[in-house]
């Protein structure tokens, strides 16, 4: 999926080593709190926790070339992106690969089930069991716990 591996690209060429270990690491301990992305926008906002909250936009996520994609934080570190933003893309790209997923198995699904249905009812019907939801470590700084719920529309 070229989405993926542009937004890879995309902040390894824009963060320095350091931020990219950094911006993986945030990821990791569940710093990544909400990912709102809206596809037919192609664009949204990740909220992100490291001592404050900062909120993240991304715009052009899903592109053909990872020099489309735009990222802003509202931290105030300058220098290419930062940590935020590595965590979110990080965060936007695990989103991407659930609902990859369960496209795949609704595919799957209506190749099988074609002739039970109308499409818009088996689509209807198919979607519904594709409940998605990432479970996220506990954040080693917060004893809260985080669970994050996808839902394809």
Same mark, same amino acid.
């Given at each position: 999926?070229?989405w993926l591996?542009?937004i890879?690209k995309y902040i390894?060429h824009?963060?320095?080593?350091?931020?990219?270990?950094?911006g993986?690491?945030?990821?990791n301990i569940?710093?990544?709190?909400s990912i709102?992305y809206d596809?037919?926008? /192609?664009?949204g906002?990740?909220?992100? &926790?490291?001592g =404050?909250?900062?909120t993240?936009? +991304?715009n052009q996520?899903?592109?053909?070339?990872?020099?489309?994609?735009?990222t802003?934080?509202?931290?105030?570190?300058?220098?290419g992106?930062c940590k935020h933003?590595?965590?979110?893309l990080?965060?936007?790209k695990?989103?991407?690969q659930?609902?990859?997923a369960?496209i795949i198995?609704?595919?799957?699904q209506s /190749?099988?089930?074609?002739n039970s249905? &109308?499409e818009? =009812?088996l689509?209807?019907?198919? +979607?519904?069991?594709?409940?998605?939801e990432a479970?996220?470590?506990?954040?080693v700084?917060?004893?809260?716990?985080m669970?994050i719920s996808?839902?394809?529309?």
């Amino acid at each position: 999926m070229y989405w993926l591996e542009n937004i890879d690209k995309y902040i390894e060429h824009y963060a320095t080593p350091a931020i990219q270990q950094r911006g993986k690491t945030l990821f990791n301990i569940g710093a990544v709190r909400s990912i709102d992305y809206d596809t037919s926008e /192609n664009k949204g906002t990740a909220e992100v &926790s490291s001592g =404050e909250q900062f909120t993240v936009s +991304i715009n052009q996520g899903v592109s053909q070339d990872f020099r489309n994609i735009h990222t802003e934080c509202t931290c105030d570190f300058s220098g290419g992106i930062c940590k935020h933003q590595v965590a979110a893309l990080h965060g936007l790209k695990k989103k991407f690969q659930y609902n990859s997923a369960a496209i795949i198995n609704i595919i799957n699904q209506s /190749n099988t089930l074609h002739n039970s249905s &109308s499409e818009f =009812e088996l689509t209807e019907d198919l +979607i519904s069991k594709y409940q998605l939801e990432a479970q996220y470590p506990t954040p080693v700084r917060d004893s809260t716990e985080m669970k994050i719920s996808y839902k394809i529309l």
